[in-house]
């Protein structure tokens, strides 16, 4: 489909051709691996305006938010 822009000019804190390296994505855990290349990827700015994760985690703990939903302790 020629509507479809697939640019990520776009789009501001994404990982584009990477491994999220999520937990256990057959379980449906999310959460991110230690490694995960999202984990302190995040834009301070973005994640003043949503301080908190899906679990109500303070993603302004460390001054370095990660990418995607949950926030990872430490």
Do not use: C, H, M, W
Request: glycine letters at 6%; aromatic letters at 6%.
């Amino acid at each position: 489909n020629s509507d479809v822009n697939t640019s990520t000019s776009n789009f501001v804190n994404i990982l584009s051709n990477q491994d999220p390296k999520f937990n256990n994505t057959t379980e449906y855990d999310f959460s991110l691996d230690t490694l995960s290349p999202a984990k302190d990827a995040g834009d301070i700015t973005i994640a003043n305006s949503v301080p908190t994760d899906i679990l109500g985690e303070d993603r302004l703990q460390d001054g370095k938010p990660d990418l995607g939903a949950y926030e990872r302790d430490k």
